[in-house]
């Protein structure tokens, strides 16, 4: 119980990372290409562990809102971003089984507008996700990077709506409730076959098949929820 409560702080706590960057963005008080505090004087200004800290800034890297140079930092993307907030409430009754209900009917359709409007650097964004999921030695930091490439996928729409539904998803998917189940059933040879999936969603994505691409997201969504719930 009080590892659950410890890691809804720490969710909240890391939100308030995000809500910091995006607002700062948009208001002007942060300009483009401004760099941004380290991983360590963020885990410190919001009291929260590092991982959350690099969850938050994968996330915010894969939208396109930061962007990241190994040994030069982490600086804000040329534009204020548009990432929708939702109160904390508005996402907290949402339960994994109507989560993964909606995804099932949503997910699917982002493929056409995906196969649309994607640019190279949407594909670079969703392979470097790939790699670094694939990468990953512990849980956490592979789902960070699955909530990544996720994220990555809603960029590439460019429609701001359909993005801000899907920020909401990923609020969902930062309950606690979710985060019980996910570390319950995400064994390493599910995590391979996740992974596997992932590559066949990018792959028929770049070749800008929109049916391939339609079938391989819901292929991946039906087995992740027969994972979940034992369907």
């Not at 939208?63 to 600086?75: A, C, K, L, P, Q």
């Not at 512990?138 to 590439?156: K, S």
């Not at 999936?197 to 792959?203: D, L, N, S």
């Not at 994505?205 to 027969?226: G, T, V």
């Amino acid at each position: 119980m009080a590892a659950s409560v410890n890691r809804d702080s720490s969710r909240s706590r890391a939100r308030r990372i995000r809500d910091y960057i995006v607002s700062s963005a948009a208001d002007g008080k942060l300009a483009p290409g401004t760099k941004l505090p380290t991983e360590r004087e963020l885990a410190k200004r919001f009291a929260v562990p590092r991982n959350a800290v690099r969850r938050t800034l994968a996330q915010l890297e894969a939208e396109g809102s930061i962007t990241r140079h190994v040994g030069r930092g982490t600086f804000l993307a040329g534009g204020p971003s548009e990432a929708a907030h939702f109160p904390a409430d508005s996402v907290t009754h949402t339960s994994p089984a109507e989560l993964m209900e909606a995804r099932l009917r949503i997910e699917p359709a982002l493929a056409e507008l995906i196969v649309t409007n994607a640019t190279a650097a949407d594909f670079e964004r969703m392979e470097m996700c790939i790699e670094k999921a694939e990468r990953a030695t512990t849980l956490d930091e592979f789902e960070l990077w699955d909530a990544a490439l996720h994220q990555a996928l809603a960029t590439a729409t460019h429609n701001r709506f359909v993005t801000r539904v899907l920020d909401m998803v990923a609020a969902v998917r930062e309950q606690s409730e979710w985060g019980k189940l996910k570390d319950r059933i995400v064994t390493p040879e599910r995590r391979l076959k996740y992974q596997s999936e992932h590559r066949a969603i990018v792959q028929a994505l770049k070749a800008r098949d929109a049916e391939r691409a339609r079938d391989s997201i819901l292929a991946h969504l039906q087995h992740a929820r027969r994972n979940l719930f034992d369907y």
